[in-house]
């Protein structure tokens, strides 16, 4: 049997591009999930793993999709070998159990790996970067001016949290809020 495995880090990406490359591979089983893939216990993935069996073989897109690191690739895939299952990257081609393809496989581990490391070293670096700024603040940047926020407080005097919030699309916990920041002054 074909199987595939897709993956995205976060809620907010989508799998579609991942799941469509795999049916074009003709995936007889296609395991998707939105998991990070720092931690270890991914349900999709360990499932497709506990099915795997001799002459399988196991189809993802990208090598990054189901191991964290070149260390973690060399070892799922070397337990696949054992396993005699096969093991295609689809931007890489048939990684084979041969000493070429675990050259290969480590070489494109290891360039898998510092892709991820320069990702997150930019991220921190721009981070780094943004904290010299004065007008910098960590976090989602606020919805609402503060004189939005004040013009609702002046309408809550007068009006229910309900009403407000249908005339100014402030949420009642923000207006909550708003009023115990503006008590405690």
Do not use: W
Not at 76 to 98: A, C, R
């Amino acid at each position: 049997m074909k199987y595939g495995y897709a993956r995205v880090s976060t809620i907010g990406q989508e799998l579609e591009v991942q799941i469509q490359a795999l049916e074009n591979e003709r995936c007889d089983q296609i395991f998707s999930e939105k998991f990070t893939g720092t931690k270890r216990e991914r349900p999709q993935f360990q499932e497709v793993l506990s099915l795997l069996k001799e002459g399988d073989t196991l189809v993802v897109t990208k090598l990054d999709r189901f191991a964290r690191s070149a260390e973690d690739a060399i070892r799922i895939i070397k337990n696949l070998f054992k396993q005699g299952v096969k093991v295609h990257v689809l931007n890489m081609g048939l990684i084979e159990n041969t000493p070429t393809g675990r050259l290969i496989l480590t070489i494109m581990s290891g360039f898998a790996e510092f892709e991820r490391d320069m990702i997150i070293q930019r991220t921190q670096e721009g981070k780094a970067i943004a904290k010299q700024r004065d007008d910098y603040r960590e976090g989602r940047p606020k919805k609402f001016k503060k004189a939005q926020i004040e013009h609702a407080m002046k309408l809550l005097q007068t009006h229910s949290y309900k009403q407000v919030e249908e005339i100014t699309g402030i949420s009642k916990s923000t207006l909550i809020r708003a009023k115990r920041k503006e008590s405690a002054k």
